[in-house]
């Protein structure tokens, strides 16, 4: 299924935005420079997933039943010429003039919601607005390890917040601007950038590394992602 407003340019994707707000130097990897990210351990289980995603689908449909609404659509397609962002969406549950976007997690519920995720699911439902001329004032993220099901409140200001970050994100790839950060070691230690970024530190550094503070890069020709 594909839902769009209209045609244009060059749109980021809703994974870029979730890429940026987890790290803003990832679109800068991506868009300006080029460069995939390398395959990491992590990255190879979520490619092993993939690939069990025809089984996966009949089970996320059966989870969907915890939402008691009729109107659901399974992985749908949107764009927005106004917000410059696409995106596919898990599911869109519909009930009278609301659509909430459903997203599915393979892990287990976290305490608290990533906000990576959050804002991921946030432009969804800014794309179904966009898209559908719906309201979107829930949104729903099911964790498929133990089955539970998380609703989120799609508030006024989350949705302005989540603009604010598709601005951020857009700023950087037209002015080419390499993001400086702060991020914590655990996730770079996953990045499939790490290498490109922090070219300097072995791996082993990054147990003992509580917040690695990425130092400014100008020149990023070397130590390209494997
Ligand atoms: S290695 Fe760390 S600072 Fe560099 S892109 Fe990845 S998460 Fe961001």
Do not use: W
């Amino acid at each position: 299924m594909f839902l769009s407003e209209s045609s244009s340019d060059e749109p980021l994707s809703v994974s870029d935005l979730k890429q940026f707000v987890y790290c803003p130097r990832i679109p800068y990897f991506m868009h300006i420079l080029g460069f995939r990210e390398r395959v990491t351990e992590c990255m190879k289980e979520g490619v092993e997933s993939e690939d069990r995603l025809v089984r996966l689908e009949e089970r996320r449909r059966k989870l969907a039943k915890k939402l008691n609404v009729n109107g659901k659509l399974f992985n749908v397609s949107l764009y927005s010429e106004r917000l410059g962002l696409f995106g596919l969406v898990d599911c869109v549950v519909v009930h009278g003039s609301e659509a909430s976007p459903v997203e599915f997690k393979s892990s287990s519920k976290p305490k608290k919601v990533s906000e990576n995720h959050l804002i991921q699911l946030v432009a969804y439902a800014l794309l179904l607005e966009s898209c559908m001329k719906k309201v979107s004032k829930k949104g729903y993220i099911i964790y498929e390890k133990h089955d539970e099901l998380l609703e989120v409140s799609i508030t006024e200001g989350l949705k302005r917040y989540t603009i604010k970050k598709i601005d951020e994100m857009k700023r950087v790839i037209a002015e080419e601007v390499f993001p400086e950060t702060k991020q914590p070691a655990s996730k770079c230690v996953s990045c499939g950038y790490r290498k490109l970024c922090q070219p300097y530190i072995p791996k082993s550094l990054y147990s003992f590394a509580g917040v690695y503070k990425a130092p400014r890069r100008t020149d990023t020709s070397e130590g390209a992602a494997e």
